[in-house]
């Protein structure tokens, strides 16, 4: 299994010469690949001890870039630091249909009443 690393420790690796980012809740130390980063050092040193992930899908990063990334990883955030999303679509779609059902139940049963 590999090594699990709490946000916590992460933070504290924000720094120019000791630099860790998560992305897709991999932690990678890109210390060394900063100065050899093509998008720049700024653009990794504004994820500096943090979560990137959005920032580097927004990019739009080669696979040579996901490629090498593997060089860098060290091991994976902790379970417990995971956000767990919340499926917004999902709730905001039973609420739709709930409500769908019960306005249709109201109408069948007036319209029902009418006769
Ligand atoms: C270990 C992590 C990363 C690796 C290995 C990596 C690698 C690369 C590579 C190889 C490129 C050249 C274009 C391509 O092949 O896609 C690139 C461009 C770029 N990267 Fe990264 N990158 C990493 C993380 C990030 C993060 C976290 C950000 C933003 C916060 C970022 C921002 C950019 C930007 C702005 C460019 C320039 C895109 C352009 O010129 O159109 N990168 N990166």
């Given at each position: 299994?590999?090594?699990?690393?709490?946000?916590?420790?992460v933070?504290?690796?924000?720094?120019?010469?000791?630099?860790?980012?998560?992305?897709?809740?991999?932690?990678?130390?890109?210390?060394?690949?900063?100065?050899?980063?093509?998008?720049?050092?700024?653009?990794?040193?504004?994820?500096?001890?943090?979560?990137?992930?959005?920032?580097?899908?927004?990019v739009?990063?080669?696979?040579?870039?996901?490629?090498?990334?593997?060089?860098?990883?060290?091991?994976?955030?902790?379970?417990?630091?995971?956000?767990?999303?919340?499926?917004?679509?999902?709730?905001?779609?039973?609420?739709?249909?709930?409500?769908?059902?019960?306005?249709?139940?109201?109408?069948?049963?007036?319209?029902?009443?009418?006769?």
């Amino acid at each position: 299994m590999s090594k699990e690393i709490t946000l916590a420790t992460v933070k504290e690796h924000n720094k120019s010469n000791d630099l860790w980012i998560i992305i897709e809740n991999k932690v990678y130390d890109v210390t060394k690949f900063l100065n050899e980063h093509p998008g720049g050092e700024d653009s990794l040193l504004s994820v500096a001890g943090r979560d990137g992930t959005k920032d580097f899908i927004d990019v739009g990063h080669s696979q040579d870039a996901r490629n090498m990334m593997k060089k860098y990883y060290i091991g994976d955030l902790a379970a417990s630091d995971i956000k767990k999303k919340v499926p917004l679509k999902e709730i905001g779609l039973a609420v739709g249909a709930i409500f769908l059902g019960i306005t249709l139940v109201y109408l069948l049963k007036r319209g029902l009443a009418k006769n």
